[in-house]
C-alpha cells in the first residue's frame, strides 16, 4: 500500500521555524512531483511549494524568501522548512504526490497542523 505520512507540525511562536516532512510509504518519490498544499480554516486549499522530478522548485508568493522545500537523497522523504513564520501561516499542511509517469497516480496526506501564534 503506498501512502504519505507527514510529520513536524505544532504550535510556533511568531519568527520561529517548523520542518515538516512527508514520507513515502511503500514507493519512492524519484518520479513525482511532490507538493505541499495549506489550508486555513473558512479558506481554499492553496500550493505553497513544489518540488519537481526533474529538481526544479518553486513557491507560492507568501512562500518565498521564507520556506525552502527540498528531498533527501533516497528520495524517500520531502521537507518544508519554514522560517520567520506569521500568523497567517496557520493552516493544516498537506503533502502531495502526483506521478510524472501516470499522472492519474495522485496521493495525498493526512495532513498536520501548524499553528502559530504568541
Known amino acids: 500500500q503506498v501512502l504519505l505520512v507527514e510529520s513536524g507540525g505544532g504550535l510556533v511562536q511568531p519568527g520561529g521555524s517548523l520542518r515538516l516532512s512527508c514520507a513515502a510509504s511503500?514507493?519512492?518519490?524519484?518520479?513525482?512531483?511532490v507538493s505541499w498544499y495549506r489550508q486555513a480554516p473558512g479558506k481554499e486549499r492553496d500550493l505553497v511549494a513544489v518540488t519537481s522530478a526533474d529538481g526544479s522548485t518553486n513557491y507560492a508568493d507568501s512562500a518565498k524568501g521564507r520556506f525552502t522545500i527540498s528531498r533527501d537523497s533516497a528520495q524517500s522523504t520531502v521537507y518544508l522548512q519554514m522560517n520567520s513564520l506569521k500568523p497567517d501561516d496557520t493552516a493544516e499542511y498537506y503533502c502531495?504526490?502526483?506521478?510524472?509517469?501516470?499522472?492519474?497516480?495522485?496521493?495525498w496526506g493526512q495532513g498536520t497542523l501548524v499553528t502559530v501564534s504568541s
Open positions: 502531495n504526490a502526483v506521478s510524472t509517469i501516470y499522472r492519474y497516480l495522485n496521493l
Open positions: 511503500g514507493f519512492t518519490f524519484s518520479s513525482y512531483d
